[in-house]
């Protein structure tokens, strides 16, 4: 209490809470006291100053300070200095003033608000090691004590790869990240205070991968597979590889593995941008009939890899039947050689392969009489055979012309030629020119020597089978005559012939070849 008079006074200052359940609550009571008696010592009560925002009011008759009709706040003012003012009229000189200080005690009435509503973290590298730093989050709260303090949190979005450091906010990574399976995480994150209610604030945290060379570059195919044809025209293409890498960064490039066989290489080559492999060089299949290509594709990252291409070369009937120098180009056969005796043997070779390379031989030319045939052997050997009974007296020589054909489509062929000499035998005895002999006459008493007549024989083998020799061998064995052996001329003997003894001779004569066993006619 305080007597009513003009002047001031402080009072104690006074806590209250800035969120108290009734906005009129009482809060304290200033009392002054006027010694006058009547209507002279009646006080009123009001507040002059401080009380701007209506944050309170006082009982004018009973001094009761109570709450205003505006809620505190003291995150935006922590105290209060009201001057309260005792009188007895409105105009009336007599007025006591005292301060009162009013203290706002804080309650856990604000939220945790974050810097960002979203943060951002782009580009974080794949290959980002566990415990990586991504990003920082901060939230505050202007609350006091541990109303202001906050604890983080992820609530989604980390799928296990992201955790935050609850204190400081720290985002870092607890898993190895794949661009190929994620590119992008988008996290909901909470900061929540540490009084009740425990008032919660929220922010959204995205973090973008970025591609890098990690994955291993792969073809299509473990393996593949072509077929061409021996002589393809240069430039054409044999067959495509291709290969892609999930990381998609780099153009993939192709090239031959440098241990890739020689001959392969000299003969293709790959487009190092498309992958398409193309013929550069003449493919001949009987230099090679399969070539092995290894092929490398490379993105300039740390895995590559290879793929095995085997090209199998066809056949083209692009050669001829060769004979070889080992076949038999001149032959002798007896003429009385047996139907079905072999007498020549070539060989010819293809190097085509099927029926490209099969050989079949056949007699083209000079097979008079059709005396010979000519016989495949694993369509490589041709036998040459008598077909029919041969006679050199007919025909002592053949010029064969033996056909080697292959079986492509049109066929190739190549000629050899075999000549057959047919060898003598003493098949003919000797024929004398007159088969009915000879009549001569001859005067008695003539010299010795004197030709009779000559005897002429033919033989039409050769050689010694021809060579005849001359007898007589009945009708002179009184020895009148004589006979020359070679010529076969008869002449008289020294001792010449008489009529009166004999005038008539009939003489058998021999004609023998030299043949073995020889043949006479008689």
Not at 302 to 326: A, G, H, R
Not at 368 to 377: L, M
Not at 438 to 450: I, L, R
Not at 493 to 522: A, C, H, K, M
């Amino acid at each position: 209490m305080s007597s009513l008079r003009q002047g001031r006074r402080n009072c104690h200052g006074l806590e209250i809470s800035a969120l108290y359940p009734n906005s009129s609550s009482f809060l304290m009571k200033v009392k002054a006291t006027d010694a006058d008696e009547g209507v002279n010592g009646r006080v009123w009560y009001r507040i002059i100053k401080g009380n701007e925002h209506n944050h309170f009011r006082i009982n004018p008759s009973t001094g009761l300070v109570m709450r205003g009709v505006r809620h505190l706040d003291r995150e935006q003012n922590s105290s209060h200095v009201l001057e309260v003012e005792a009188y007895n009229t409105e105009q009336g000189p007599m007025r006591s003033s005292v301060r009162v200080i009013v203290y706002v005690e804080d309650v856990n009435d604000e939220v945790p608000v974050f810097t960002q509503r979203q943060y951002n973290r782009l580009g974080l590298r794949e290959t980002a090691g566990i415990g990586t730093s991504v990003a920082v989050v901060r939230a505050t709260d202007r609350d006091t004590g541990n109303g202001g303090l906050v604890s983080y949190k992820i609530l989604s979005g980390a799928e296990g790869k992201f955790e935050i450091d609850e204190s400081t906010g720290l985002i870092t990574t607890i898993e190895y990240l794949d661009y190929e399976t994620k590119t992008s995480y988008l996290m909901n994150v909470s900061a929540t205070d540490q009084a009740p209610p425990n008032n919660q604030g929220f922010c959204s945290v995205y973090v973008s991968l970025l591609n890098e060379l990690d994955e291993a570059v792969q073809f299509s195919n473990s393996s593949y597979e072509a077929v061409i044809m021996e002589n393809i025209p240069l430039g054409s293409e044999v067959l495509r590889v291709q290969a892609r890498s999930i990381d998609n960064l780099n153009q993939i490039t192709y090239k031959f593995d440098p241990n890739t066989n020689a001959q392969a290489l000299s003969l293709f080559k790959i487009n190092g941008i498309t992958g398409v492999i193309t013929v550069k060089g003449q493919v001949d299949r009987e230099k090679g009939d399969f070539y092995t290509l290894t092929v490398v594709a490379d993105d300039g990252g740390p895995k590559i890899d290879s793929t095995v291409v085997t090209i199998t070369v066809l056949d083209e009937n692009d050669n001829s039947p060769q004979f070889d120098i080992t076949s038999d180009s001149s032959v002798s056969v007896a003429e009385d050689s047996a139907v079905g005796k072999r007498v020549a043997l070539v060989l010819a070779r293809d190097p085509d392969a099927g029926s490209n390379g099969q050989v079949t031989f056949s007699l083209t030319s000079g097979n008079i009489g059709r005396v010979f045939e000519i016989r495949t052997t694993n369509n490589t050997y041709g036998e040459v055979f008598v077909a029919r009974p041969l006679d050199r007296e007919r025909l002592d020589h053949y010029t064969l012309w033996i056909q080697a054909a292959d079986g492509g489509v049109p066929p190739r062929r190549k000629e050899h030629i075999l000549r057959v000499n047919v060898l003598d035998v003493n098949d003919n005895p000797p024929v004398i020119d007159s088969p009915f002999g000879y009549n001569v006459s001859v005067s008695e008493n003539v010299g010795g020597g004197t030709a009779v007549a000559q005897v002429r024989a033919t033989d039409r083998d050769v050689g010694l089978n021809s060579v005849l020799s001359y007898y007589i061998t009945r009708g002179n064995e009184d020895l009148t005559f004589r006979m020359d052996r070679v010529t076969g001329e008869i002449a008289t003997r020294p001792s010449p012939p008489d009529r009166e003894r004999q005038s008539f001779y009939s003489l058998v004569v021999t004609v023998e070849d030299e043949g073995n066993p020889s043949l006479s006619w008689i």
